[in-house]
């Protein structure tokens, strides 16, 4: 299984981006994937998650009114569309995948066994 992970990059606050992340094989369809993040010297936090099959959605409270999740079947490819960057949400954007599919502990991060090499997103002031 491989996790490939894009779009990063230096960014204005206010702008946007979106996240790519593209699963090879591996049958994602049955998958719970994720998105967690990781600031220089802090933890990492849990972002955003989609349960492939069923199309549910969670986005942390933090950045929920600004990040959508989604995916697109034919691609493989799970998305994080970030509008409204901030300078706080500079940090390292790995996706996950969790191939038991455990939907209601999606935000553990321990739940998933496939991690993608990350992205990084630095938004200026």
């Known amino acids: 299984v491989q996790l490939q992970a894009s779009g990063g990059g230096l960014v204005q606050a206010g702008d946007s981006l979106r996240l790519s992340c593209t699963a090879s094989?591996?049958?994602?369809?049955?998958?719970?994937m994720g998105w967690f993040r990781q600031a220089p010297g802090k933890e990492r936090e849990f972002v955003a998650s989609i349960d492939w099959s069923a199309g549910l959605t969670y986005v942390t409270g933090l950045v929920r009114d600004r990040f959508t999740i989604s995916r697109d079947d034919g691609k493989n490819t799970m998305y994080l569309q970030m509008n409204s960057l901030k300078p706080d949400d500079t940090a390292n954007y790995y996706c996950?995948?969790?191939?038991?599919?455990?939907?209601?502990?999606?935000?553990?991060?321990?739940?998933?066994?496939?991690w993608g090499q990350g992205t990084q997103v630095t938004v200026s002031s």
């Open positions: 094989g591996h049958n994602i369809k049955t998958s719970v």
């Open positions: 996950a995948a969790d191939p038991s599919g455990r939907w209601r502990t999606s935000r553990r991060g321990s739940n998933y066994d496939y």
